[in-house]
């Protein structure tokens, strides 16, 4: 699946992800995983476009820097050993995988 984003949308993710600076607070809302607040914020452009957005981020964003405004702050705040922790909480060993069978 190709997409096709807004140059200015792909250039606020772009120096959110490498210079970790602020989005705005339609991009702010995506990333902190609030859809109230994404649909209340979008304009008429954008609300169009969040499933592509989200596309976006889940497929070219380090996971540890979106999905909820915990981990937004602290990516935003270079704090690495929150991310870390974070991180390491929310992976599942194979074992653990209700999934798995528990095999």
Not at 80 to 93: A, G, R
Request: charged letters at 20%; glycine letters at 4%.
């Amino acid at each position: 699946m190709s997409i096709s984003l807004p140059v200015r949308i792909i250039t606020s993710l772009h120096r959110y992800q490498h210079q970790r600076v602020p989005t705005g607070d339609f991009l702010r809302a995506i990333l902190e995983n609030n859809l109230l607040e994404a649909v209340m914020t979008a304009d008429d452009e954008n609300i169009k476009i969040i499933p592509d957005i989200v596309h976006y981020i889940y497929n070219y964003l380090p996971s540890i820097s979106w999905g909820s405004k915990e981990r937004v702050e602290a990516w935003l705040h270079h704090s690495d050993s929150i991310l870390q922790k974070d991180q390491e909480s929310s992976s599942v060993s194979e074992s653990e995988n209700p999934l798995n069978g528990g095999c």
